[in-house]
């Protein structure tokens, strides 16, 4: 009996250490893949970071160069003399992606709480419109659009411009925003109603904290939208001072002979990649919760 049980023994030992590598297991993996994923989705980000240190003929070197014989801020000085200067056109797409976000946030605020809390005639009609603008390109409208903001003395202007990008984004953000107010509970707006709270008051005070991931959501889209847009900016702006940052990349990619000078455009993305990659670390929490409550509810 006493040989039997000491030649269990090390079995039992075998199974019991081999329990704790079955749960690592899966654990090791996922971490793995997620790494792995990481790194693709991170390493254009650094390539791009890279090239623009580069001296302009390694950066356009072919076959490429992979490490840089020494860094450089050359690519970044050219850039800040191109045009009216790097700043200027910074400054362009920083107001029109303030304006963008400022009226994105407040229109669809109101919209996506009227239609989330009020019951009209043609409510749902109406909001199925919204959302039915989303399927009309934008660029089949570009036309249409440079001819109403000529007529409206708005072309060339960058509250014009922050206009058609409000007017883009809005149908979504109207979707986001009824789905955040549909998640709160109607039983908070009664009780502070009964308290003698108005309805401006019950909005901004007890209403706006509770869907501020659905406010941060529609506001992260406007600004990357925005601060991102070429086709529309290249096509409504004419005049070279207005010019946003992507518009002026473009134009700043030529070098000599028609060669694209890829020092300079490498170094004009990663100046138009800080403010997104800055605001998204920041917020991606509220980021993240608002996409889930704007899912919970259609």
Not at 7 to 24: D, M, Q, T, V
Not at 28 to 35: D, P
Not at 37 to 64: D, R
Request: charged share 10%; with cysteine; hydrophobic share 50%.
């Amino acid at each position: 009996m006493d040989a039997n049980l000491g030649a269990g023994i090390p079995a039992r030992l075998g199974r019991a250490a081999s329990r704790p590598r079955k749960r690592w297991l899966p654990s090791v993996l996922f971490y793995g893949v997620a790494a792995g994923l990481a790194g693709l989705f991170v390493l254009p980000v650094l390539w791009s970071l890279l090239t623009s240190l580069m001296p302009a003929a390694e950066a356009s070197s072919s076959p490429p160069t992979y490490w840089p014989s020494r860094l450089t801020l050359e690519n970044y000085v050219r850039l800040a003399n191109t045009g009216d200067g790097i700043l200027h056109y910074v400054w362009n797409s920083s107001a029109v992606a303030a304006l963008t976000v400022s009226w994105t946030v407040i229109l669809s605020t109101l919209a996506g709480y009227g239609f989330s809390r009020f019951r009209f005639p043609g409510r749902s009609l109406l909001f199925v419109g919204i959302l039915a603008t989303l399927m009309i390109p934008f660029q089949s409208i570009l036309t249409p659009l440079f001819v109403l903001l000529r007529t409206l003395h708005l072309q060339n202007t960058l509250t014009g411009l922050a206009l058609v990008y409000t007017t883009f984004q809005l149908p979504f953000s109207v979707f986001m925003m009824r789905n955040a107010f549909d998640v709160v509970p109607l039983e908070l707006e009664e009780a502070a109603m009964v308290d003698g709270c108005t309805p401006g008051k019950l909005l901004v005070r007890i209403m706006l904290p509770l869907v501020s991931p659905g406010v941060v959501t529609v506001a992260l889209f406007a600004f990357f939208n925005s601060w991102n847009e070429l086709l529309a900016a290249l096509i409504l702006q004419t005049d070279a001072e207005k010019f946003t940052l992507p518009v002026m990349l473009l134009n700043a990619r030529s070098g000599s002979l028609g060669s694209i000078n890829w020092g300079v455009m490498q170094a004009g993305i990663s100046v138009g990649m800080l403010p997104c990659a800055v605001l998204f670390l920041l917020l991606q929490r509220y980021y993240i919760s608002g996409l889930i409550a704007g899912a919970v509810k259609s």
